[in-house]
């Protein structure tokens, strides 16, 4: 199998002792940067990594790819994204700052179903060239694996049809972005349903049914929310996709605490995401499982709510993530790391908890236990950026430091 070497690295960032950690409880030292570094790598997995001058001589002649006395850090990961959908809602942006709340808006025809309009003006084709557009996007602030979720078609065929475009983007973007494809469908209930559980039984477990068996699916996701969908809805729909063998996640204690957190984690979630309102039982919860608690900073931010209790999480030991929520409502933002660097000092977390959360607990997140950190065995999944220190990464935060590498003309 062809192997590479990546050299002129000014720096590794590692995060090897945050992956034996499983990435929680983690300290300044977690970061566990080689300076003056070489990694080699086949296409599956990094075959060796140290400092320059101990790089094995049997790997001298290995094609070079030069990093320019740049960084080299574990690839980033956006673990949370609807970012399949038509038009825009910067109104609604504004009748927020003129006083207006996201559950109002919603309550008079904007909100998800708004969106749900727009998405539905659009092909599949134009969909996926939105979709490519915005995945390039991410790319180049150095995101590589991407979590994308359907959720604004919300009938059987336009779900159907949005599952099937995210598949498309997976197949056409691999293996040099990563695409993760959940279904959503329980986004909110559309018009015509008198009750979510009508909507859930009617489109949303049928579907389920049906796109398992096309094996299409990484995971299904629900908003159990006040005024969307709940705890019952969310047993209904986490059992049958654990009947089927679909990973589970759900938008979680984001307008209050309703036991999302514990529910998601009592299925064996992969995630429990938004979680701004998650109190001790909750928190505990997901500390004793293996459930990521993804925050949402953006989200809070453009909707004006106080932050998560992130700092109480992280010191029970939940394993924490953040993404980015891109989407045209609640955070029409889509730069997971400058989210991060921004809520970092506001959630009180170290620089190995932030660089965790964007990396290694974003691809636990996804069930990914293979990448996250740059260690012999793990995934061969990077990320490049054009400085020489850490620090750098996240205190530039309004700049993109990202680059991408490749093999030279003699490579
Ligand atoms: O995570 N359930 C919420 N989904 C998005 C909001 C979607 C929208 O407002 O269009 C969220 O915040
Ligand atoms: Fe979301």
């Known amino acids: 199998m062809d192997s590479f070497k990546l050299t002129n690295i000014s720096s590794a960032l590692t995060l090897r002792t945050a992956h034996k950690k499983g990435g929680r409880r983690l300290s300044h030292e977690d970061l566990d940067i080689i300076p003056n570094a070489e ?6 997995k990094i075959l060796w990594l140290g400092k320059k001058e101990e790089l094995p001589p049997a790997y001298g002649p290995l094609p070079s790819i030069d990093c320019q006395n740049g960084m080299v850090t574990p690839e980033i990961v956006d673990c949370h994204t609807h970012l399949i959908f038509g038009g825009y809602r910067s109104e609604e942006h504004s009748m927020r700052l003129g006083g207006a709340d996201y559950e109002e808006i919603a309550k008079k025809g904007g909100g998800i179903l708004a969106t749900m309009k727009a998405t539905g003006e659009l092909s599949s084709d134009e969909l996926f060239a939105l979709g490519m557009k915005r995945c390039e996007r991410l790319h180049s602030y150095g995101v590589g694996t991407i979590e994308i979720k359907s959720g604004y078609g919300l009938s059987r065929d336009k779900e159907y049809e949005i599952s099937h475009v995210i598949h498309r983007l997976k197949t056409a973007l691999a293996p040099g972005i990563q695409i993760h494809n959940t279904f959503m469908a329980a986004h909110a209930v559309p018009p015509g349903f008198s009750s979510s559980r009508k909507y859930l039984r009617e489109v949303v477990l049928p579907l389920l049914e049906e796109m398992a068996k096309e094996g299409i699916l990484d995971s299904v996701d629900i908003f159990h929310e006040r005024g969307y969908f709940d705890e019952e809805d969310v047993k209904l729909l986490f059992s049958k996709a654990k009947e089927l063998g679909i990973p589970r996640r759900s938008h979680a204690d984001e307008f209050g605490d309703n036991g999302g957190a514990s529910l998601a984690s009592s299925y064996g979630a992969l995630s429990a995401d938004h979680l701004l309102q998650s109190g001790p039982d909750g928190m505990e919860a997901l500390a004793r499982s293996e459930t990521v608690a993804t925050l949402l900073p953006g989200t809070g931010f453009f909707l004006g709510k106080k932050p998560a209790h992130a700092r109480e999480f992280l010191d029970r030991g939940v394993c924490v993530a953040i993404g980015s929520d891109y989407n045209p ?70 700049r993109n430091l990202a680059f991408e590498v490749g093999l030279g003309a003699g490579g």
């Open 39 to 44: 990694i080699v790598y086949d296409r599956e």
């Open 329 to 398: 409502g609640s955070c029409h933002f889509d730069n997971v790391l400058q989210i991060a660097s921004m809520a970092a000092p506001l959630y009180g977390m170290n620089l190995a908890e932030l660089w965790a959360s964007i990396t290694l607990n974003g691809a636990r997140a996804l069930g990914l236990k293979n990448q996250g950190a740059i260690e012999i065995g793990l995934a061969p999944r990077f990320s490049f950026f054009r400085t020489q220190n850490i620090h750098d990464i996240s205190y530039f935060w309004g």
